[in-house]
C-alpha cells in the first residue's frame, strides 16, 4: 500500500497537535468529548501499530509499508545502553507516545498532580516494555533496546504536560469570552 508522504505528514501534524486541541477546546458536551477522544485514539493506535510492525519504505514521493509476520525468528539481541541510539531513534522514540500521554492526562483529568505524572510515567513505561516486548516476540527485524522503553516513558510525560497545557489554554480562552 502506498500513501503519498506529505498528506501522511499534514495527517500526522493534526492528529498530534490540532485535533486534542480543537476536541477539548469547541466541543463542550463532555459525553461527547470522551468519545472523541477515544474515537481519535483508537485511530492513533492503528497508526502506531502501523509504525511499530510494518516494514516502512519512505522516499520523496511515497510511503509505502507492509506487514511479514510470516518466516522463521530472527535472532535477536537486547541492549541495555544509551551509547548506539541514533538521532532518528531518539527522535522517533520522544515523539511516538505523545497521543498516549495526553489521553492518560484525559482519564486522570481529576487527580492531583502528582498523581498524574506518576500515572504518566507508569503508563509510559508499561507501553514502552510492552512495544519492546511484542518486537522480541514477534517475528519481524526490529532491534530491542531498553533506551526505547525509557524515551517512550518520557515522550508519555511530554504528552501529558502537552494536554496540561491545552486546558490552561483553553481555560484562559473560555475566561475571556
Known amino acids: 500500500m502506498t500513501i503519498n508522504t506529505t498528506l501522511i505528514l ?7 497537535f490540532l485535533l486534542p486541541f480543537l476536541v477539548w477546546f469547541c466541543c463542550k458536551n463532555e459525553k461527547l468529548q470522551k468519545i472523541l ?6 485511530l492513533y493506535l492503528v497508526v502506531l501499530f502501523i509504525g511499530v510492525f510494518a516494514e516502512l519504505d ?23 545502553t544509551f551509547s548506539n541510539i541514533t538521532t532518528f531513534d531518539l527522535v522517533i522514540n520522544l515523539v511516538m507516545l505523545i497521543p498516549v500521554g495526553m489521553f492518560v492526562f484525559y482519564l486522570s483529568i481529576n ?3 502528582m498523581t498524574k505524572i506518576i500515572l504518566l510515567l507508569a503508563f ?4 514502552g516494555v510492552f512495544i519492546e ?3 522480541f516476540i514477534l517475528p519481524i527485524q526490529r532491534s530491542v533496546q531498553f533506551s526505547d522503553a525509557i524515551l517512550n516513558m518520557i515522550s508519555t510525560l511530554i504528552g501529558g504536560l502537552i494536554a496540561w497545557d491545552y486546558l490552561w489554554v483553553i481555560s484562559k480562552l473560555r475566561k475571556k469570552n
Open 58 to 80: 519512505i522516499n520523496s514521493s511515497v510511503v509505502s509499508f507492509k506487514f511479514d509476520f510470516v518466516g522463521t525468528w530472527c535472532s535477536k539481541t537486547i541492549n541495555f
Open 124 to 127: 509510559g513505561l508499561l507501553a
Open 10 to 16: 499534514v495527517l500526522g501534524v493534526f492528529c498530534f
Open 133 to 135: 516486548t511484542l518486537q
Open 111 to 113: 487527580k492531583k498532580p
Open 37 to 42: 477522544t477515544l474515537v481519535f485514539f483508537c
